[in-house]
């Protein structure tokens, strides 16, 4: 994985490399992920440069629409495509940052109930779990899927 701001400049130089040696699978799959963040680029009333995170989410962005791809040509029977998908959704991940661990995730829950504990004077209910999970998605930078993050809060707001 590489420093989150420069993600972008290292998919056109791996680009660059897969063309070089042939790589359709890597060149066609880097080619599809730089389109997605030119068009989030230029996405809204001006054109702007995506900060890393915002890159780092448009990457996760296209690695989810592989799975899920994957998992409906699998179900439909047609494997190859279901390879294809997995196959670029493995390139795709190459330049996420690691996920965090379970252990990790409840620090960052824990932390964040704190932080919001402190902001509204009384201890978060179910009603505050958004206000919780922002400040969890804000420091997990990418590195946990919503899905993961949302039901750690919830477990975390039902037990407390």
Do not use: C, H, W
């Amino acid at each position: 994985m590489t420093e989150q701001g420069n993600v972008k400049a290292q998919l056109r130089a791996d680009l660059t490399a897969a063309m070089k040696a042939r790589d359709e699978l890597k060149k066609g799959t880097l080619r599809m992920v730089l389109s997605a963040i030119t068009n989030e680029e230029v996405s809204g009333a001006t054109a702007r440069e995506l900060s890393g995170p915002e890159t780092i989410a448009v990457l996760a962005r296209e690695v989810k629409k592989r799975k899920e791809s994957a998992e409906a040509f699998a179900a439909a029977g047609r494997t190859e495509l279901a390879d294809r998908e997995n196959a670029e959704s493995a390139v795709i991940q190459a330049y996420l940052p690691a996920q965090l661990d379970d252990e990790a995730l409840d620090g960052f829950v824990s932390d964040a109930l704190v932080e919001v504990q402190q902001q509204l004077g009384a201890a978060p209910t179910m009603k505050q779990m958004g206000q919780v999970i922002k400040v969890v998605q804000a420091r997990a930078a990418g590195q946990a899927a919503g899905g993961r993050i949302s039901a750690a809060v919830k477990a975390a707001l039902a037990a407390g």
